[in-house]
């Protein structure tokens, strides 16, 4: 007669299956530790923050063109320097919180176009060009098409060339020439009737076109990494850019611009110089 009593489960079956049970359990604790790590996508309202800025300045190029057909030259120059200002913020904003985009580029030149390429062109043929007949339309086309050019080229060599010097004027300095301009001669009431008036507006539009899409390098100012230190130089002469802005804006900012439109040459030159005294040098050396 066989025996009734089951053999009793060795021991090792039972070890195993708390072993298993551990298991899960510190499995199921590190998926909830991973959880609390995991970091979340952001929210992509924020990408609103840069593309506000341009929006801003896009505003500020289409009310220099409506202040111009009104014929409120000093508010319409005006307008393209804060269209500058806000410019130059979106992108700092955009590398300050992460939100570069392809979108925010492209959406950049083509407000660029508007405030720096249509608005100054518009303004200076308005205010003086239009009186030199054909030739204030041809000069004012010749810097829409350049500011076109420039920001079509600065599109496909981001990441290309040097990130310390720009190739050719940048069109918010161009922009900055010609609106900076009409400024100054409408705070002094010069007489737009003049010849010497149009005809300065000729040369300084058709120079800022030209210059844009030159091959000549500007300082970026990208380099001057001012979120740690700068040199007391530095600081110096940004107290001293201050102080001239304050005592007479026009004037002011009309010849920094302006100078700022001839370094690129003198840099040129100065290149140009340095090579050729290497070249002799190396002559020399191999005689």
Request: charged share 20%; proline share 4%; with cysteine.
């Given at each position: 007669?066989?025996?009734?009593?089951?053999?009793?489960?060795?021991?090792?079956?039972?070890?195993?299956?708390?072993?298993?049970?551990?298991?899960?359990?510190?499995?199921?604790?590190?998926?909830?530790?991973?959880?609390?790590?995991?970091?979340?996508?952001?929210?992509?309202?924020?990408?609103?923050?840069?593309?506000?800025?341009?929006?801003?300045?896009?505003?500020?190029?289409?009310?220099?063109?409506?202040?111009?057909?009104?014929?409120?030259?000093?508010?319409?120059?005006?307008?393209?320097?804060?269209?500058?200002?806000?410019?130059?913020?979106?992108?700092?904003?955009?590398?300050?919180?992460?939100?570069?985009?392809?979108?925010?580029?492209?959406?950049?030149?083509?407000?660029?176009?508007?405030?720096?390429?249509?608005?100054?062109?518009?303004?200076?043929?308005?205010?003086?060009?239009?009186?030199?007949?054909?030739?204030?339309?041809?000069?004012?086309?010749?810097?829409?098409?350049?500011?076109?050019?420039?920001?079509?080229?600065?599109?496909?060599?981001?990441?290309?060339?040097?990130?310390?010097?720009?190739?050719?004027?940048?069109?918010?300095?161009?922009?900055?020439?010609?609106?900076?301009?009409?400024?100054?001669?409408?705070?002094?009431?010069?007489?737009?009737?003049?010849?010497?008036?149009?005809?300065?507006?000729?040369?300084?539009?058709?120079?800022?076109?030209?210059?844009?899409?030159?091959?000549?390098?500007?300082?970026?100012?990208?380099?001057?990494?001012?979120?740690?230190?700068?040199?007391?130089?530095?600081?110096?002469?940004?107290?001293?850019?201050?102080?001239l802005v304050s005592t007479y804006p026009p004037l002011t900012i009309f010849c920094f611009f302006l100078l700022y439109a001839f370094s690129g040459y003198v840099l040129w030159v100065w290149e140009r110089y340095k090579s050729n005294q290497r070249i002799k040098i190396s002559h020399e050396q191999e005689k």
């Amino acid at each position: 007669m066989k025996s009734r009593l089951r053999p009793k489960r060795p021991k090792i079956f039972s070890r195993s299956k708390v072993n298993r049970r551990a298991r899960n359990i510190n499995n199921e604790l590190a998926e909830d530790e991973q959880e609390e790590f995991i970091v979340r996508p952001r929210n992509k309202a924020i990408y609103l923050l840069p593309n506000a800025f341009t929006t801003g300045a896009l505003f500020f190029g289409f009310f220099a063109i409506v202040q111009a057909m009104n014929q409120h030259w000093e508010v319409a120059s005006i307008a393209i320097f804060c269209s500058l200002i806000l410019d130059g913020m979106d992108g700092r904003i955009a590398r300050m919180t992460n939100t570069q985009s392809a979108f925010g580029e492209q959406y950049d030149s083509l407000a660029d176009m508007v405030s720096f390429g249509v608005a100054p062109a518009l303004v200076a043929y308005e205010w003086a060009l239009k009186g030199l007949g054909k030739w204030g339309w041809v000069a004012a086309f010749i810097y829409c098409a350049g500011a076109a050019l420039r920001l079509a080229r600065f599109n496909i060599s981001t990441g290309v060339i040097d990130k310390k010097f720009f190739q050719g004027l940048p069109s918010p300095a161009a922009a900055s020439i010609v609106a900076g301009f009409v400024w100054l001669a409408e705070d002094n009431h010069l007489p737009v009737n003049d010849a010497a008036i149009p005809w300065t507006m000729f040369f300084l539009t058709v120079y800022a076109g030209i210059t844009m899409v030159s091959n000549a390098k500007f300082y970026s100012g990208k380099a001057l990494d001012i979120r740690y230190k700068v040199s007391f130089g530095v600081m110096v002469f940004v107290i001293l850019v201050f102080v001239l802005v304050s005592t007479y804006p026009p004037l002011t900012i009309f010849c920094f611009f302006l100078l700022y439109a001839f370094s690129g040459y003198v840099l040129w030159v100065w290149e140009r110089y340095k090579s050729n005294q290497r070249i002799k040098i190396s002559h020399e050396q191999e005689k």
